[in-house]
């Protein structure tokens, strides 16, 4: 077999490796000066405070609860998207709604969520898939008309811009992941931006257990002793280990940004001549694109494909199977999900990530190409 050609990876340098030395060689691995520092440059990133967490997941579950989302609430999120979106909403103890998407951006369908709105609705969740945010506009107004908070999760979309602002710097609630294939990352780790004081605060204590105005005291070095705790917390902080690596990830962020933007238009090029194989139009001058995906037009077997493609060194994986299938979320009601079901028949992801080279992309398209052709 060729050498690996994986699909995704952790794109490290000789300076996430320094900086954590630095933390260990300082012995304070938990929650202090770097995750100050990580929200420091975050916050000026995006022009709005943020908290840092230990994992994207945990974000958008804070985020909720910060809301006052909980036991018998619903939140409308599209059913395509990685399973982490279901699990923080149901952590909450709300119900996910699954809602079909629009096949040009494979972000929720508005119309399809509209017809799902119960009294008990109190969010929506918009995915930005593959780092493509969908018509947000559409989805602000959506929610002004009924009411609900809005919780993007915007996971794949670090450094995204829409309409020439960057997510994150504006809108209600957005959390990113900076898990071990994020835009950057932090090892794993996360991130709430929003420019509510209260959910801010909210969720500052609730990853410290719920201990109230811990956080200063773990930036200075210290820890509460005494305190109150009003509702349920979780152990959700960052570390000063994360913080470190993703304070590096930051810096070298504009390179990092520009050699995904370039694979991904290169593959654009390229697979316009490959025959049933249909793209995604996306603008890369403004998606940082996380995964890139594909659409296979009557290909009869996807997992053979996957397989031959493994046998020339080319993983590919599968984004994603959708949630409404999954047993513990099917009793959310009768799901009729047709573009959902649609498009993850159609789906095939190849491999993105900063240590790809050119003379990689221009191998897949090829071996694909082939394998299709037979």
């Given at each position: 077999?060729?050498?690996?050609?994986?699909?995704?990876?952790?794109?490290?340098?000789?300076?996430?490796?320094?900086?954590?030395?630095?933390?260990?060689?300082?012995?304070?691995?938990?929650?202090?000066?770097?995750?100050?520092?990580?929200?420091?440059?975050?916050?000026?990133?995006?022009?709005?405070?943020?908290?840092?967490?230990?994992?994207?997941?945990?974000?958008?579950?804070?985020?909720?609860?910060?809301?006052?989302?909980?036991?018998?609430?619903?939140?409308?999120?599209?059913?395509?998207?990685?399973?982490?979106?279901f699990q923080a909403i149901s952590a909450t103890g709300a119900k996910p709604i699954s809602c079909d998407v629009e096949e040009e951006f494979c972000s929720i369908d508005i119309k399809d969520a509209e017809r799902r709105i119960t009294k008990n609705t109190k969010a929506i969740m918009p995915v930005h898939y593959g780092g493509?945010?969908?018509?947000?506009?559409?989805?602000?107004?959506?929610?002004?008309?009924?009411?609900?908070?809005?919780?993007?999760?915007?996971?794949?979309?670090?450094?995204?811009?829409?309409?020439?602002?960057?997510?994150?710097?504006?809108?209600?609630?957005?959390?990113?992941?900076?898990?071990?294939?994020?835009?950057?990352?932090?090892?794993?780790g996360g991130c709430v931006v929003t420019s509510d004081k209260n959910v801010l605060n909210r969720i500052s204590d609730l990853r410290l257990l719920g201990v109230e105005n811990d956080t200063n005291?773990?930036?200075?070095?210290?820890?509460?002793?005494?305190?109150?705790?009003?509702?349920?917390?979780?152990?959700?902080?960052?570390?000063?280990?994360?913080?470190?690596?993703?304070?590096?990830?930051?810096?070298?962020?504009?390179?990092?940004?520009?050699?995904?933007?370039?694979?991904?238009?290169?593959?654009?090029?390229?697979?316009?001549?490959?025959?049933?194989?249909?793209?995604?139009?996306?603008?890369?001058?403004?998606?940082?694109?996380?995964?890139?995906?594909?659409?296979?037009?009557?290909?009869?077997?996807?997992?053979?494909?996957?397989?031959?493609?493994?046998?020339?060194?080319?993983?590919?994986?599968?984004?994603?199977?959708?949630?409404?299938?999954?047993?513990?979320?099917?009793?959310?009601?009768?799901?009729?999900?047709?573009?959902?079901?649609?498009?993850?028949?159609?789906?095939?992801?190849?491999?993105?990530?900063?240590?790809?080279?050119?003379?990689?992309?221009?191998?897949?398209?090829?071996?694909?190409?082939?394998?299709?052709?037979?």
């Amino acid at each position: 077999m060729n050498k690996l050609i994986r699909l995704s990876k952790s794109c490290l340098s000789e300076s996430e490796k320094q900086a954590v030395l630095k933390v260990l060689d300082k012995e304070f691995l938990g929650m202090g000066a770097e995750t100050q520092e990580f929200e420091n440059l975050l916050g000026e990133y995006f022009g709005r405070d943020t908290v840092c967490i230990n994992t994207g997941t945990a974000a958008l579950q804070l985020a909720l609860q910060a809301c006052g989302i909980g036991q018998g609430d619903e939140v409308l999120v599209q059913s395509l998207t990685y399973l982490a979106s279901f699990q923080a909403i149901s952590a909450t103890g709300a119900k996910p709604i699954s809602c079909d998407v629009e096949e040009e951006f494979c972000s929720i369908d508005i119309k399809d969520a509209e017809r799902r709105i119960t009294k008990n609705t109190k969010a929506i969740m918009p995915v930005h898939y593959g780092g493509q945010p969908g018509n947000l506009d559409a989805i602000y107004e959506f929610a002004k008309r009924y009411n609900l908070r809005i919780i993007e999760d915007a996971a794949h979309a670090f450094g995204t811009t829409y309409n020439s602002k960057k997510v994150g710097s504006f809108g209600d609630i957005v959390c990113f992941s900076f898990d071990g294939i994020k835009n950057i990352t932090s090892g794993e780790g996360g991130c709430v931006v929003t420019s509510d004081k209260n959910v801010l605060n909210r969720i500052s204590d609730l990853r410290l257990l719920g201990v109230e105005n811990d956080t200063n005291k773990r930036y200075s070095g210290e820890r509460s002793w005494e305190f109150d705790v009003t509702e349920q917390g979780w152990r959700y902080h960052m570390s000063n280990i994360m913080a470190a690596i993703g304070i590096e990830q930051l810096k070298r962020f504009p390179e990092m940004a520009q050699k995904r933007q370039s694979l991904a238009k290169l593959y654009d090029t390229l697979l316009r001549e490959v025959k049933n194989v249909k793209i995604f139009n996306r603008n890369y001058d403004e998606i940082v694109p996380h995964i890139y995906p594909i659409r296979l037009q009557n290909v009869r077997n996807r997992d053979e494909l996957r397989k031959n493609l493994l046998e020339r060194g080319i993983q590919t994986g599968l984004h994603y199977q959708p949630n409404h299938w999954l047993s513990f979320y099917k009793a959310n009601g009768t799901q009729y999900l047709p573009v959902t079901d649609k498009i993850y028949s159609e789906l095939l992801t190849l491999p993105l990530h900063y240590d790809l080279s050119e003379e990689d992309v221009r191998f897949v398209c090829t071996e694909l190409g082939q394998l299709i052709d037979v």
